[in-house]
């Protein structure tokens, strides 16, 4: 296969939803202190266009999301936090 692009973002992955021709990944942000490991630091919500790979928006949360806790439907994201938030996008 050929890779189409690679992008590098600020953001420890841990949620990703393809949806709208976007690809949404969301995270702890991706630096080295004790604060964004033991996800102190907030989290971060990152939309890339799916074609090009290019950001077009970055969103914080107030708290990183649970693994794979991330779901698209009827024109919305859904972001599930590990404080017990769920935080929606439109």
């Not at 992955?13 to 964004?36: K, N, T």
């Not at 033991?38 to 266009?49: P, R, S, T, Y």
């Not at 799916?50 to 806790?69: C, D, E, I, R």
Request: proline share 6%; charged share 20%.
């Amino acid at each position: 296969k050929t890779r189409l692009w690679s992008e590098r973002i600020p953001v420890r992955v841990c949620a990703m939803v393809l949806a709208a021709g976007r690809v949404f990944a969301a995270g702890p942000p991706d630096r080295m202190d004790l604060d964004a490991f033991e996800g102190k630091a907030g989290g971060v919500l990152q939309v890339l266009d799916a074609a090009t790979g290019k950001k077009l928006s970055a969103h914080t949360l107030q708290s990183p999301p649970v693994f794979n806790g991330a779901a698209a439907a009827r024109g919305r994201l859904y972001v599930s936090c590990e404080d017990g938030s769920v935080a929606c996008f439109k």
